[in-house]
């Protein structure tokens, strides 16, 4: 059974910085795109990172970039997302995905879908 767990959320300062956790089982996750999503109150849910099958097909939200790392981890079948300088609008539920599907143009990754499976997300709240 395909089973995602989120680990690492909490509550930190304005510009601190936490490391995500998802814990894969049921499948092999190098085989798969991989994502970061998130969801704040109100607010539709949002890709903020994924990673491809593919060495180098990445992609951030636009408000992730530069702050924001996504990687895998094989050994312990794993995706992480190391956030620094986290601000207030980072606040939300973050969950991780498998089996995403990233988007392209002709400028390159543009996006980021996920549909089939989620973990049940980490609670990440900025506030001084």
């Known amino acids: 059974q395909v089973q995602l767990v989120e680990s690492g959320g909490g509550l930190v300062q304005p510009g601190g910085s936490l490391r995500l956790s998802c814990a894969a089982s049921g499948f092999t996750l190098e085989n798969y795109a991989l994502g970061w999503f998130r969801q704040a109150p109100g607010k539709e849910r949002e890709g903020v990172s994924c990673i491809g099958t593919i060495d180098g097909t990445i992609y951030y939200a636009d408000s992730a970039k530069d702050r924001f790392t996504i990687s895998r981890d094989t050994a312990d079948n794993s995706v992480y997302l190391q956030m620094n300088n986290l601000k207030p609008d980072d606040s939300a539920i973050y969950y991780c995905?498998?089996?995403?599907?990233?988007?392209?143009?002709?400028?390159?990754?543009?996006?980021?879908?996920?549909?089939?499976?989620w973990g049940q997300g980490t609670r990440v709240t900025v506030s001084s």
């Open positions: 995905a498998t089996d995403v599907s990233l988007v392209y143009s002709y400028s390159g990754i543009i996006g980021c879908l996920g549909d089939d499976y």
